[in-house]
């Protein structure tokens, strides 16, 4: 074991949170109901039990939580009655950074999948017709990590149906409490992570969003029965957010740190909230308004001329040719069964 772990970073923060939900509906609007870190110090080399940051988060479109809900995370609805909304737990987060000195570019988030960022966060934010902040722009997926170190990639031979049933399973690290659950399961997470960086292997940014992806160029055929199919629902989801999970193979923070990969804007000029590729198509095929475009009011109808600026402006500047052949390589697959089971999707 090396005397260092291999890590750019001074802390890992090993996010995840749980959100409103309901049973087969994925045209839902998920709300953050929950919110944990695990903090691992690379320099010491622990998991940091004192430096836990956990808070419920009052929704606010759905404050009844759906049974469902009640029985996969095991959150009750007398915790959630009595919880902050998101803007003040994300204003106690922010507080909580500052008193154990977590300063930006200096850590790293780690999560089980891109869902816990591109999809829960930054809708989140987009409720709140805010941009995402920088430090969410980039993190660790920790799955993409297992699969490279898997023999031969054999990830999906691994025995268990979900990532922590085979990550449990791979490196006998025994899971505690409900795997639905972002408190029990950021603990696992943390456990996983200080695994692989005691057996010397790398862990840094691998993923962060991006605002344009060739991709998402080509039209999409919409199931007719997205709402309630997870991987139909996670490629409209992808067609719908302004910003998608982007693969990361090099990172250097003084050069990447919330630099959009496709247009090279930080965060001030990339917001993330207008789309740059608004999917006309998606909405003309819906059968009725979706409930979870309408809620981060995602399905504004821009104007023709306004579409032809964004098209102008892109070809003003070059950037239909940017990286033409690595966008899908570097694109996420957004229905990814290997990352999140469907019925994570809490």
């Known amino acids: ?7 750019p970073f001074e802390n890992l923060l090993i996010l995840d949170f749980n959100t409103t939900c ?28 004192d ?30 009655n009595t919880a902050d909304v998101f803007p003040v737990v994300y204003d106690q987060f922010v507080a909580w950074l500052r008193e154990h000195n977590f300063q930006e570019k200096t850590f790293a988030f780690v999560c089980e999948d891109h869902q816990t960022i591109w999809l829960n966060a930054q809708y989140q934010f ?48 025994e899971f505690i409490g409900n795997s639905h659950n972002a408190m029990d399961k950021s603990s696992f997470l943390a456990k996983l992570t200080k695994r692989i960086l005691d057996d010397n292997n790398l862990v840094s940014v691998n993923r962060s969003l991006r605002c344009n992806v060739n991709s998402r160029r080509v039209p999409l055929n919409v199931d007719p029965n997205w709402r309630t199919t997870f991987q139909s629902a996670m490629l409209v989801f992808g067609r719908m957010l302004p910003l998608v999970p982007a693969v990361v193979y090099t990172y250097f923070t003084d050069d990447d740190y919330a630099k959009c990969q496709y247009c090279k804007n930080g965060p001030d000029v990339c917001l993330g909230v207008v789309h740059e590729q608004y999917p006309y198509e998606v909405y003309e095929q819906l059968v009725e308004p979706s409930v979870f475009a309408s809620a981060a009011r995602l399905d504004i109808d ?31 697959d957004v229905d990814d069964k290997d990352d999140v089971n469907d019925e994570d999707k809490d």
């Open 51 to 80: 430096q836990t940051f956990n808070r419920f988060v009052r929704p606010v479109i759905n404050p009844v939580l759906s049974d469902y809900c009640v029985r996969l995370t095991g959150i009750d609805q007398n915790s959630i």
């Open 126 to 173: 987009l409720l709140l017709d805010r941009s995402i902040p920088a430090i969410f722009r980039q993190w660790i997926n920790i799955t993409t990590v297992l699969q490279y170190l898997i023999p031969e990639r054999n990830y999906d031979n691994l025995p268990g149906e979900t990532f922590v049933n085979k990550a449990s399973n791979f490196y006998n690290i």
């Open 302 to 332: 821009f104007n023709g001329e306004e579409e032809d600026e964004v098209e102008d402006e892109e070809d003003v500047n070059g950037q239909d040719d940017v990286n033409d052949e690595d966008d899908v390589d570097d694109e996420d």
């Open 22 to 49: 309901e049973q087969n509906n994925y045209d839902y609007p998920s709300e953050i109901i929950q919110m944990n870190v695990t903090v691992i110090n690379i320099r010491d080399k622990m998991i940091r039990e």
């Open 1 to 7: 074991m090396s005397n260092r772990y291999r890590c």
